[in-house]
């Protein structure tokens, strides 16, 4: 998540890791301080907002010790070690269950780097806008820790593990087996759903800022969850058309009018999604260096390759040897496409997505049935036996103070760190522009 000014790009290969980039033009078109105004002045607070909704929610969060989460890893362990982004290490842990009886609880724990101090506001958002949402195909947060001790500053959360890493590993690492057809559909849609529940079902709206594959994490029957919530933002009040922000992101997958403009929408996210239907159709990268040029850009190599066109097939993934129907990949194609509009406006909405994909979904299983492929595995068939699912009970009664604390105890560290931030936020200007 380390992307706290500027744009992420995603290098190729493995144990990629999100590096700040900034375009010649974004460099000019947000300078430091404009940036600054611009997020600030940023129109987001809602009737109940999310700090709001937090207060009434978040109750459910753990607080850990980083004794109990330094135990939970064996010291962090780099045997245990997941995963690394931006913002830090994830590590794979154990916990002990709330009571304290019972087996252990896998855990995926991230850890924020010690020099990546301008993460604690992602960290923050993180904590709130987790503590606040709660959808099969979003991730759970169990809780966080944070202290600011004589050892430094410690930032973690605490999420539920989820065993089949990302999207992304499994499309494009090869040491994983290639993701049937019928499994890729079914991450679409539970992806898509999780991003329709955050635009459409909630009292605020959540724009999520950070669609991609490596923040598309899978449970053991695969079903996607969305991680990674700190880039998220408040919708536009009502009356507003989009919410003027700092333009973050990850470089391949923002929209271009977001970049331009810095006005989000949820048809940013829309857009985002596009792109990795794109990915998930030919198993390639929205941005790689190790192709000849004129296929560096998924979004332009695609367009010689339009749905309808005799050629189409020739952009499907080759580790699907196939095993597709090409009907349903027009029309995921095409879908696609209308995610991809250049004006958000014309753009369908997230719900709109969800119900295209369903329909595609019955579509390719009926012809699947037509040709029936006894090696084809059902994704459909979705445990939902989650190990989280009847964790926490809120606990309501007789805590309020002890949540006050914790609330006060939260907000100060978000002053303590903010001023750093901004320090950090200077410096990282300067060193952007002048690299
Ligand atoms: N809850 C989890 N359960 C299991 N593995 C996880 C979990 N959260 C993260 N990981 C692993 O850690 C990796 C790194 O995640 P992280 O979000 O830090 O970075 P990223 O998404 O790859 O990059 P970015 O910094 O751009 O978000 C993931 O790709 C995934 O493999
Ligand atoms: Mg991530």
Known sequence: MKCFSYFKYKHKGRGQRSAPELEEQEKHQFSGSERVTKS????????????KLYEEKGHNLRVFSFSELSRATSDFNRLLKIGEGGFGS???????????????????????????????????????FLG?????????????????????????????YMPNRSLEAHLFNKSYDPVPWKTRLEIALGAAQGLSYLHEELEVQIIYRDFKCSNVLLDENFKPKLSDFGLAREGPEAGDTHV?????????????????????????????????????????????????????????????????SKKFDMIMDPRLEGQYSINAARKLAKLADHCLRKSSKDRPRMSQV???????????????????????INSAEVSEN??????????????????????????????????????????????????
């Open 40 to 51: 600030s002045c940023s129109s987001t607070s809602s009737p109940r907002g999310i700090p």
């Open 90 to 128: 994830v590590f794979k842990g154990s916990i002990k269950p709330v009571g304290g009886n019972g087996d252990p609880v896998l855990v995926a724990i991230k850890r924020l780097n010690k020099d990546a101090l301008q993460g604690h506001k992602q960290w923050l958002t993180e904590v709130q």
């Open 132 to 160: 606040v949402v709660e959808h099969p195909n979003l991730v759970k947060l169990i809780g966080y820790c944070a202290v600011d001790g004589e050892r430094g500053i410690q930032r973690l959360l605490v999420y539920e």
């Open 244 to 308: 003027s922000t700092a333009v973050m992101g990850t470089h391949g997958y923002a929209a271009p009018d977001y970049i331009e403009t810095g006005h989000l929408t949820a048809k940013s996210d829309v857009w985002s999604f596009g792109v990795v239907l794109y990915e998930m159709l030919t198993g390639r990268r929205s941005l790689t260096r190790n192709r000849p040029k004129t296929e560096q850009k998924l979004l332009e190599w695609v367009k010689n390759y339009p749905p309808d």
């Open 354 to 376: 969800v119900e295209r994909l369903k329909e595609i979904i019955q579509a390719s299983d009926k012809e699947q049935e037509e040709h029936h492929d006894p090696n084809e």
């Open 386 to 435: 989650d190990s989280f699912e009847h964790q926490e009970e809120s606990n309501s009664s007789g805590s309020t103070e002890l949540w006050r604390k914790r609330m006060e105890h939260l907000a100060k560290l978000g002053e303590h760190v903010e001023g750093a931030n901004r320090k950090m936020f200077m410096i990282q200007q300067r060193a952007n522009v002048s690299t």
